[in-house]
């Protein structure tokens, strides 16, 4: 298995607190991505990475930011969470150019916001 | 726009049975073509992929999957179903549009296996 971790696994909070999602991997790949995982809409990206300081956004960026001062460290964050972010957030590696390179998941992180 | 339908949400079979998951697309270009499994609790792995070439392309734990063109398809196939393959699926698609990566996932597809 590929050496990601994400943490924490699991966070509860409230509305309008921010919260970061850590995304941290062993590998050295290139390209790191964030996911959030819904009912009936699979996965949709939120942002992906580039390499260190290089990022962009995905289908549903808005309300979340990331930043990669590290190759090994991808963090998303949550300015002010809100009730429509409780979601289970992945993060994703590749050592291959987007789209074609096979993506290495995480174990998830489960956020709920109260 | 750029879509990605799994038409079912879920699928029940028989430990032995064959098993067929269908995805379609809607993509302006000949996109990369991904199917994911995700036990329960688990992140997603790949089970194959489609770039070009041979349109049969075969995965890993006996998967299959087919690219049609015509059809805007990429069916996963297994021959004969496992308990262990109880699980979600999930098709993917990727392609660049507009100098920026869009890769999309399908609602995904549970699989229940019956003794």
């Known amino acids: 298995d590929a050496g990601i971790t994400q943490s924490p696994r699991h966070k509860v909070t409230e509305t309008g607190t921010p919260v970061t999602l850590r995304c941290h991997q062993t590998?050295?790949?290139?390209?790191m991505y964030w996911y959030r995982q819904d009912p009936g809409h699979g996965l949709r990206l939120i942002h992906y990475?580039?390499?260190?300081?290089?990022?962009d956004k995905g289908e549903v960026s808005d309300g979340y930011s990331v930043s990669r001062s590290k190759t090994e460290d991808f963090l998303l964050t949550l300015e002010s969470a809100t009730s429509s972010q409780t979601s289970v957030y992945f993060c994703?590696?590749?050592?291959?150019?987007?789209?074609?390179?096979?993506?290495?998941f995480g174990p998830g992180t489960r956020l709920t916001v109260l | 726009a750029q879509s990605v339908t799994q038409p079912d949400i879920h699928i029940t079979v028989s430990e032995g049975a064959s098993l067929e998951l269908r995805c379609n697309y809607s993509y302006g270009a000949t996109p990369y073509l991904f199917w994911y499994v995700q036990s329960p609790g688990q992140g997603l792995q790949l089970l194959l992929k489609y770039f070009s070439g041979d349109t049969l392309v075969q995965g890993i734990k006996g998967f299959e999957a087919e690219f049609k063109r015509s059809q805007s398809s990429f069916n996963l196939r297994k021959p004969s179903v496992h308990w262990s393959d109880a699980a979600e699926y999930f098709c993917?698609?990727?392609?660049?549009?507009?100098?920026?990566?869009?890769?999309?996932f399908g609602a995904g597809t549970r699989l229940t296996v019956k003794p």
């Open positions: 993917a698609v990727g392609a660049w549009k507009s100098n920026n990566n869009d890769m999309r």
């Open positions: 994703a590696i590749s050592d291959m150019e987007p789209p074609a390179g096979t993506q290495y």
């Open positions: 990475s580039y390499g260190v300081k290089d990022t």
């Open positions: 590998e050295n790949h290139r390209y």
